[in-house]
């Protein structure tokens, strides 16, 4: 097996720095499901907490049930967040709730039909057409077509 270069860096390497962009984003993600973690506790399983930002916490839902529940329980959710700790940088710091609803999209299948069969007189200018058609695989196709009669 092949020693790993120097100039590459393991992944808890990349964390430790202080100035990195990587470490940025996984301490904002973190706090991000730690908040999320709080609000569970107010609110059913399918709230997401979408951001921190302006003094304003965007959380999504997939239904306009969860999302009335939600307001109604803002002044409860703002405050346990603010009693949790873990919005205390001035960039992180909520005092309002914004709720979007997202609705799932439903598993859509294309509704399978049986192909509309074609009249005798359309199949019988299906093969004329075809006689004159030089592509090989067209031509087999328009006369396969031309069999789909009623």
């Known amino acids: 097996m092949s020693k790993i ?5 393991r992944p808890y390497q990349i964390l430790a720095s202080q ?12 706090s991000l499901l730690a908040v999320q973690s ?7 399983a399918n709230v ?3 951001s921190i930002r302006d003094e304003t916490l965007h959380l999504i839902t997939s239904s306009s049930v969860v999302a009335t529940q939600i307001r109604y329980r803002q ?3 703002v405050s346990a967040v603010r009693r949790s700790g873990l919005t205390n940088s ?7 709730l914004k709720v979007s609803v997202r609705p799932e999209q439903p598993e859509s299948l294309a509704p399978v039909r049986e192909p509309v069969p074609i009249s005798t007189e359309n199949a019988r ?4 057409a075809a006689k004159y058609i030089e592509d090989d695989a067209l031509r087999k196709a328009l006369i396969r077509l031309s069999k789909r009669t009623d």
Do not use: E, F, H
């Open 125 to 128: 200018n299906l093969v004329t």
């Open 19 to 30: 100035d990195g962009s990587l470490r940025k984003i996984y301490a904002q993600s973190s």
């Open 48 to 50: 997401y907490v979408a």
């Open 75 to 77: 002044r409860s959710i």
């Open 38 to 44: 709080i609000i569970r506790q107010y609110a059913p």
């Open 5 to 9: 270069p120097d100039s590459l860096r």
């Open 90 to 96: 001035p960039t992180n710091i909520v005092s309002r």
